[in-house]
């Protein structure tokens, strides 16, 4: 449904991606993970024109958005996002930042556009905090906001660029919660995580991205029991430190220890 | 022997019988101020949304006119717009054609209020050029005020707006804007309170505001002292309002939580 082709993009001398290719089917989970620096929220960027690709296509549902006389206004509609640090719209209370898309883009009547706000704010459990500015929620309702205001304009696929680095670990759940709904109800999805438990639960391809390439993809099985290459390894072993049992800093600390 | 001993009442009282220039020419300044500001400010923002977002050439031109601008006396740009008519009416007759009719454009009311009638200038080509230079002025500096505040919005609001379908003007109209514009009441305010003193500068070309009007009374009373003062304490008391209004302004329309 959505396909990138041979996508290529420098900042200056930087060179980010670097030949990435990948396609997601209709109503398929898949998530992107790798070091920071790997192309990962730049490769979103491409996906939905808000950085466009200096080399490669994006094709969605068959039609090329790179194309000349395609409006990336109307694609960009079809195409959600959901961002790292939210992005809600400061000056508007939750409610509005959800209508506001199908108010000016969609053009619908105000009192429409309200009723439909408010029926995904109920979606991300937010109903009741719909009158609340930004600032007066917590990090974990605002990206729940933020996904709302994605899911309000009905597009083919959403993308969230690493939408629980920014929180405090209590309020992760909460936004993995909505997202996993969400991925059960059926939307297509490309995810940009290092939250394993989730993809475990829903992905159903992973792509590791390093230095601009997609070094290994498979299922999360393969990348949890089978992972090919040493880099895929070596950072699986990071993110157990992160969020694993802390064996291995336990491990380590001891030997440094014992030395 | 023949010490004349201070009067401040009989002062205060000789310099207030001209209560009806001192009238006219607030007014005068009100105009000039008010008309300047609301220039400035409409001129100011399409600068700043020029400079931020108008691609290479055009935010290039913004900056150069906001450098010119400020890097220039307020009073060199007065006597350029002042006279500029002039040398090209001197042009214009050369070749043969019609002069700008400089002269001509007047419009003035009278004012009756007790037994005075005050002859009001509401409009002439001294008038215009007060109000044009003073407002391409502050337009300058109320560009980089405004470019600050838009600047502080941050690319991420205008980011989230486009990745929803809005157009970049749409998304700067509905997003970055309304926030822009609550953040920079506070600075903005600084060129609210300039301003009104940077009106007298159009004395030097002969239209009669409040300063001048000051300069005639003391002309006829030699009260010096005290008709600056009380010319100041109109200032004063104006420019407290004003920064008083902004500052209610600003508290009403910020957003809850921030």
Redo the contacts between chains.
């Keep these: 449904m959505i396909r990138i082709v041979d996508g290529w993009k420098s900042y200056g001398d930087l060179q980010v991606l670097k030949g990435v290719s990948f396609e997601v089917g209709e109503q398929e989970v898949k998530v992107i993970f790798g070091p920071s620096g790997s192309g990962k929220s730049t490769l979103l960027?491409c996906i939905?024109m808000?950085d466009p690709l200096d080399k490669g296509e994006v094709y969605l549902h068959e039609q090329n958005l790179i194309a000349p006389g395609v409006n990336p206004?109307?694609?960009?509609?079809?195409?959600?996002?959901v961002?790292q640090?939210f992005?809600?719209?400061?000056?508007l209370k939750a409610i509005d930042n959800v209508s506001?898309?199908l108010r000016?883009?969609k053009k619908l009547p105000k009192e429409e556009a309200r009723a439909k706000a408010l029926e995904m704010l109920g979606r991300v459990k937010m109903a009741k905090w719909a009158d609340?500015?930004?600032?007066?929620l917590s990090g974990g309702q605002q990206q729940r906001v933020g996904i709302a205001?994605?899911l309000s304009?009905k597009p083919d696929v959403i993308l969230f660029d690493e939408p629980t680095s920014a929180l405090d670990p209590e309020l992760i759940g909460e936004v993995l919660q909505v997202m996993l709904d969400i991925a059960k109800s059926g939307t297509t999805m490309i995810v940009v995580t290092h939250e394993m438990g989730f993809a475990k639960a829903v992905a159903s391809e992973m792509l590791f991205l390093d230095n601009g390439i997609i070094v290994e993809r498979g299922t999360p099985q393969h990348f949890f029991v089978s992972p090919k290459s040493e880099r895929v390894k070596h950072f699986l072993k990071q993110l157990d430190i992160l969020y694993g049992s802390h064996k291995e800093l336990l491990k380590r600390s001891n030997e440094e220890e014992s030395k | 022997m023949f010490q004349v001993l201070p009067q401040p009442i009989e002062d205060i009282l000789r310099v207030l019988e001209y209560w009806d220039h001192i009238l006219a020419g607030f007014l005068t300044t009100m105009e000039l101020y008010g008309g300047a500001l609301v220039m400035g400010f409409f001129l100011g923002l399409l600068l700043a949304l020029l400079r931020q977002y108008g691609g290479i050439i055009l935010s290039r031109i913004a900056t150069g006119y906001i450098e010119i601008i400020r890097g220039t006396p307020l009073l060199a740009q007065l006597f350029f717009i002042y006279f500029l008519p002039y040398s090209m009416n001197s042009i214009l007759e050369a070749q043969g054609l019609s002069p700008i009719p400089i002269g001509k454009w007047n419009i003035q009311t009278d004012i009756i209020i007790l037994d005075r009638i005050i002859t009001y200038t509401i409009f002439d080509h001294r008038m215009l050029v007060g109000l044009l230079t003073l407002g391409l002025n502050s337009a300058a500096y109320q560009a980089e005020y405004i470019r600050g505040a838009i600047k502080s919005v941050g690319t991420g609001q205008l980011l989230a707006a486009q990745s929803l379908g809005m157009s970049r003007l749409a998304a700067i109209r509905h997003v970055v804007l309304p926030q822009a514009l609550r953040r920079v009441i506070p600075a903005w305010s600084n060129e609210a309170a300039y301003l009104p003193k940077y009106t007298v500068v159009v004395f030097f070309i002969g239209v009669v505001d409040l300063f001048g009007e000051a300069h005639f009374i003391v002309a006829n009373t030699f009260r010096t002292l005290t008709t600056y003062v009380f010319i100041a304490l109109i200032f004063l008391a104006l420019i407290t309002i004003v920064s008083k209004a902004l500052d209610f302004i600003h508290k009403r329309t910020s957003i809850p939580g921030v």
Excluded: D, S
């Design positions: 960027r939905n808000l206004n109307m694609m960009r509609a079809r195409i959600g996002m961002f640090h992005n809600l719209f400061a000056h506001i898309g000016r883009v609340h500015y930004p600032a007066q205001r994605a304009m």
